[in-house]
């Protein structure tokens, strides 16, 4: 599968929207949670004192033990052991969840299972959370201890009320969190792609650009992006190299040029002396050069094989054409070139007179 910049950037920008996004849904699900716990957690404490003062009260004013008492706190469970009460002996004081506890409460969530063990069990420094005898119902329990009017202690309280509540707004703001989360994260695709594209547009433009100037184009620029931005300093470094290349090129079209223009020059140039040097070797072979001649015609085939000498050095040497070869400048005998030229022109065209 072929992965582009795009959807790599994408990807990459859409992970991590995800991992912010999830880790904030959790750390706010979470502190609600605990918020709510703590809420209810002081509530327990303000309505256990009251119902421990209310106890209290009652035995104080009933003077006798007491199997049952009943107090109307609405959907709190409490269960109150008093261990020592002014008079006679220990009473123990249940306040029957039957009595108090609204009827769908008592039919959804029941109670805390064995309230006697948890007042034992429970410690005395927060809430925890207990089972209920209806199936997966929890409590919120909390144990606190009872005092009389004197300040003296007199036993141990158990309040409690359900969860239920409190993991239903939980449920409720997750699933809120989720939708919204999920929300976020879609527009937030939706938004990386169209900057991701813009933010990339420029190297398509360059990617265009690269295919002309492979066709054969080099005058071709590729386009730059935003000033200062990376995709406008790449353009710019492309371009310069463009330019490099260009002029390169350039050089070596007009270096061919010069070398087929020398080559034509060249082969211009041999045949004259190659002429001369022919046209004296055969002159001299049917005996048409006479003795006095022979050292001046000797040299005449010597300065032309020196001249052609040159011309194919000339040939090797190449690159001394685009420096362009200096100027030489040395004094001649015209009458000694005149007489050269005599020479060869008589043994090149024989026929005609100079």
């Known amino acids: 599968m072929r992965r582009t910049l795009t959807f790599k950037l994408l ?3 859409v992970f991590l929207l995800a991992i912010v996004i999830a880790a904030l849904s959790v750390t706010t699900v979470t502190m609600l949670r ?3 716990m703590r809420t209810l957690d002081s509530e327990l404490q303000t309505s256990g004192q009251a119902v421990a003062k209310q106890a209290v009260t009652e035995i104080l004013t009933a003077r006798q033990p007491a199997e049952d008492s009943k107090l109307n706190l609405s959907e709190y469970y409490v269960y109150t052991t008093l261990e020592k009460s002014p008079g006679n002996g220990l009473y123990r004081i249940e306040y029957d969840p039957r009595s108090r506890i609204a009827p769908s409460t008592r039919e959804r969530y029941g109670q805390p299972k064995n309230p006697g063990k948890l007042v034992e069990r429970l410690g005395g420094r927060g809430g925890t959370t207990v089972a209920g005898t209806q199936d997966g119902s929890k409590w919120r329990a909390l144990r606190l201890n009872v005092y009389d009017h004197d300040g003296t202690y007199s036993g141990r309280l158990i309040i409690a009320r359900p969860l239920a509540p409190i993991d239903k707004t939980v449920m409720e703001v997750a699933w809120l969190t989720g939708f919204a989360s999920a929300t976020i994260i879609v527009l937030g695709t939706c938004i990386a792609y169209l900057l991701i594209r813009s933010s990339l547009r420029p190297l398509r433009g360059i990617e265009r650009a690269t295919h002309t100037i492979a066709d054969g184009d080099l005058s071709r620029r590729v386009p730059g992006g935003k ?3 990376e ?4 353009a710019d470094s492309i371009n310069a190299m463009l330019s490099q290349i260009e002029q390169a090129f350039d050089v070596k079209e007009r270096s ?7 080559v034509s020059d060249a082969s211009h140039e041999l045949r004259t002396p190659l002429a001369t040097v022919r046209g004296y070797a055969e002159l001299y072979r049917i005996g048409g050069v006479e003795d006095g001649d022979v050292p001046q015609t000797m040299d005449r085939i010597e300065s ?3 001249r052609m000498g040159g011309l194919v050095e000339d040939l090797l040497q190449l690159a001394r054409l ?3 070869r200096p100027l030489n400048f040395t004094d001649v005998c015209v009458t000694e070139l005149c007489m050269n030229a005599v020479m060869d022109f008589r043994v090149r065209a024989g026929d005609r007179t100079v």
């Open 256 to 262: 061919e040029a010069k070398m087929r223009q020398f």
């Open 227 to 229: 000033e200062g931005s």
């Open 322 to 324: 685009d420096e362009g």
């Open 231 to 234: 995709v406008a300093m790449l």
């Open 11 to 13: 990807a990459t920008n």
């Open 34 to 36: 605990s918020y709510l």
């Open 304 to 306: 032309e094989a020196h």
